[in-house]
């Protein structure tokens, strides 16, 4: 059972079980045209939020080896898809001019998709200058998401798309990320099993 925060928006109830600070162990298993990258890492993993309708993520990694050494960082926002409104802020730093577009749990349910699911959109950005923005789908305790954009500086690796998979199984987070990069086509790249330590 999860408790919801009283000051959660109603937005980000169908993405509440992901809230808190997890961590655990993951493996990268990346097949090349002339081998295969195999290594153990471990991960914490946050999600929170501000009072606004999105969830702040943040993830950090680092590989099991003798020195823990640091691996990749990314962070981003998650949150539900749909147009935005007058009671939304911005651009920049203008304000709401009109209350919450959907102030309760009950109109939420109005974003409900036809698969009986939510539309959701996650911005994600990587310190070595990558940015990707997925879309997806949270429905109960599943969450699929897939590239719809990846932006790239001129020195960042080559990256072209990515999916990704999170799940709650037995308290568990469980996740999987499947990336085309490195003139590869996608495919099985990492995952992960982290547990809620907060």
């Known amino acids: 059972m999860i408790d919801l925060d009283a000051s959660l928006p109603s937005e980000l109830v169908p993405l509440s079980w992901l809230l808190g600070v997890w961590e655990g162990t993951g493996v990268v298993n990346y097949s090349l045209d002339d081998g295969t990258l195999n290594h153990e890492f471990g991960q914490r ?13 943040t993830s950090y990694t680092w590989l099991l080896d003798d020195n823990l050494t640091p691996l990749v960082t990314e962070t981003g926002y ?5 147009p935005a409104a007058d009671g939304d802020p911005g ?9 919450p577009p959907f102030p309760t749990t009950e109109s939420v349910e109005a974003l409900r998709n ?11 950005v990587h310190p070595s200058g990558i940015s990707e923005l997925y879309l997806g789908q949270v429905k109960g305790p599943r969450i699929d998401l897939a590239t719809d954009a990846v932006m790239r500086t001129a020195m960042a690796k080559e990256y072209a798309a990515a999916t990704r998979l999170y799940g709650l199984v037995d308290s568990h987070l469980l996740w999987a990320w499947d990336i085309a990069a490195l ?12 547990a809620r330590v907060d």
Request: proline letters at 8%; glycine letters at 14%.
């Open 183 to 194: 003139g590869q086509d996608l495919r099985t790249h990492s995952s992960g099993r982290l």
């Open 78 to 82: 998650w949150r539900l898809s749909r």
């Open 45 to 57: 993993l946050s999600f929170s939020h501000d009072g606004l309708p999105y969830l702040n993520y």
């Open 114 to 124: 036809d698969d009986g699911g939510f539309d959701i959109e996650v911005s994600l």
């Open 91 to 99: 651009p920049g730093m203008l304000p709401p001019i009109a209350g």
